[in-house]
């Protein structure tokens, strides 16, 4: 996650994802043309894909736009050439990153990335040099405002959930990746609002970056990896201090 929690990478995601609303539609659309030429347009049988309308839904894509990437991806409204690629490396202090890209040219895209790891002090390594630090989990984020805890508890933990951690005005509710389709159906049957849901690489352990200068320049590379179009997300394992993000901030 980019930022020094679990939830402040997903805060430091939305903020960017709110400012360029069209740029992030066009990723998801990729994802869901992707998963649909996979596995078929029927997201009840190809969970891939329908990971990625909710994703689409989470950032307010119109059902037409989503309806539109399906049938691109199935053919009905011409071929789809991209590919699902990732790339590994490290950011400054040795912090591993993982990102998933869908491009329609590796030969622009690796080039691209490998330049904006040397640009911002990292280095781009080699299929496999951190994918090992990581773990494939679902993670959902629930306000603590919208749900009481001890219920909430009882619900997930009865659905599939493997835990539940309190972050003070965020649950954070981890599951295997199997276990997350029903885990989701079950809050949202519950009618509790859901703040963010994905499937995603999570860190087994993480690297605590404790010098303000060198905080920035990982925010400043995760961010650049954001911004690019082929990237769909960017994973590492650092972890920034509340003290420390308070220095960057101010």
């Given amino acids: 996650m980019a930022g020094h929690s679990h939830w402040a990478g997903i805060k430091h995601k939305k903020a960017a994802n709110d400012a360029k609303r069209g740029k992030i539609w066009s990723k998801i659309s990729r994802l869901i043309m992707v998963a649909a ?28 736009t989503i309806e539109k990437a399906i049938k691109k991806g199935t053919g009905e409204l011409g071929a ?17 990153v993982m990102i998933d890209a869908l491009t329609d040219n590796r030969n622009r895209t690796a080039p691209e ?34 749900a009481d805890e001890e219920q909430l508890m009882d619900l997930v933990l009865s659905s599939g959930a493997d835990d539940m951690e309190n972050h003070g005005d965020m649950y954070e509710i981890s599951c295997a990746p199997e276990a997350y389709n029903d885990l989701k159906s079950a809050i ?8 963010s849901a994905e499937v995603a690489m999570v860190p087994d352990n993480n690297v605590e970056i404790s010098d303000p200068e060198k905080a920035q320049k990982i925010l400043n590379l995760i961010e650049s990896f954001e911004e690019h179009d082929d990237v769909q997300n960017v994973y590492s394992n650092f972890d920034i201090p509340d003290s420390v993000m308070k220095q960057i901030e101010s």
Avoid at 80 to 96: L, M, Q, T
Avoid at 188 to 195: F, L, M, N
């Fill in 37 to 64: 030429k996979n596995g078929g347009g029927d997201p009840n049988t190809n969970l891939p894909l329908r990971y990625a309308i909710d994703k689409g839904k989470q950032a307010n894509m119109p059902k037409d």
């Fill in 113 to 146: 990335i490998r330049k904006l790891f040397e640009k911002r002090g990292g280095s781009m390594g080699t299929s496999g040099c951190v994918s090992y630090m990581f773990a494939k989990k679902g993670i959902i984020f629930i306000s603590a405002a919208k």
């Fill in 80 to 96: 789809v050439s991209f590919e699902e690629v990732v790339y590994e490396g490290y950011a400054p202090g040795g912090v591993a």
């Fill in 188 to 195: 949202d049957d519950a009618g509790i609002e859901v703040e």
